[in-house]
């Protein structure tokens, strides 16, 4: 259930039906690095120690013990410094079925309808490590009035509401940007790429809709295909593209319009 403030700010600029809501957890510190650092710091610092008196006992060579008490004081200082940094303030996000609302501690909730926010990115990232692997989700929420909303792993059932949001949000712009579209505007995505009736490209590079055969998204591009051309005409970074899925729906309704 949202916090009070938050349904009312929500209720205030009508935004309609609560579709998913997310707390971060200030308190929770990263015990998982913590531990094995603290672990493997005071490891080295008793070896070297160890070496340092056993060496100097038989030639006097204490210093051979340096390496490892290096060792330790990095992987102290680490765990000192995963224990000790700056958290965020306690931060709640809510998407209904017309916005967005934040609320950061204290503060005034900020409330947006979806016409409000000028972008809304993803930058899913797979993390490879030495014993596995995990996804790194995170999701920008950029307000036309300025400031940043950020969604990321420190929030918990942060995937299934980042999904929520990103469709929500994509269907009520697709709705906008089609018109704008019907009206002869083109509709830019971040500056990487626009669009309009007659085709796509940026700046004078162009391509009709009758010369496009197809898109792929695909090892984190965004491919555009000319018919007849093995080679992709344009690669564009799929993480952090703005209003992905907006894109993706235009661009294949024109494509498909003007290819028929």
């Known amino acids: 259930m949202e ?43 008793a070896f070297g120690i160890a070496i340092a008196v056993e060496n100097q ?3 006097g060579t204490w210093y051979f013990g340096l ?24 931060t709640w996000v809510a998407w209904y079925e017309d916005g967005v609302v934040r609320q950061v501690a204290d503060l005034e909730p900020e409330a947006y309808g979806w016409d409000e926010i000028d972008m809304v990115a993803r930058q899913d990232i797979k993390v490879v490590k030495q014993f596995g692997s995990y996804m790194q989700y995170r ?34 712009r697709v709705r906008k ?12 995505f971040g500056g ?25 998204v695909k090892h984190g591009g965004l491919q555009i295909h000319r018919r007849g051309d093995p080679k992709p005409w344009m690669v564009l970074p799929a993480v952090g593209f703005p209003n992905l899925l907006v894109f993706l729906t235009l661009f294949d309704a024109l494509q498909s319009q003007d290819g028929a």
């Open 3 to 45: 916090p009070r403030a938050i349904a009312v700010a929500a209720q205030e600029v009508e935004l309609g039906t609560l579709g998913g809501l997310v707390e971060n957890d200030p308190k929770r510190r990263e015990w998982a690095a913590i531990v094995p650092l603290s672990l493997v710091g005071l490891g080295a610092f």
């Open 139 to 172: 999701l920008l929420v950029i307000p036309e009035a300025g400031g940043l909303i950020v969604v990321d792993n420190t929030y918990p059932g942060v995937l299934a509401f980042v999904e929520g949001l990103t469709d929500a949000f994509s269907n009520s």
């Open 177 to 188: 940007d089609a018109a704008r579209l019907n009206a002869g505007e083109r509709v830019d």
């Open 67 to 90: 390496p490892m008490l290096a060792v330790a004081a990095l992987a102290l200082g680490l765990a000192c410094w995963f224990l000790l940094r700056a958290r965020p303030p306690k």
């Open 57 to 59: 006992r038989q030639d």
């Open 192 to 216: 990487l790429v626009d669009i309009n009736t007659g085709g796509v490209g940026k700046d004078g590079r162009r391509l009709g809709w009758r010369e496009v055969e197809r898109i792929d």
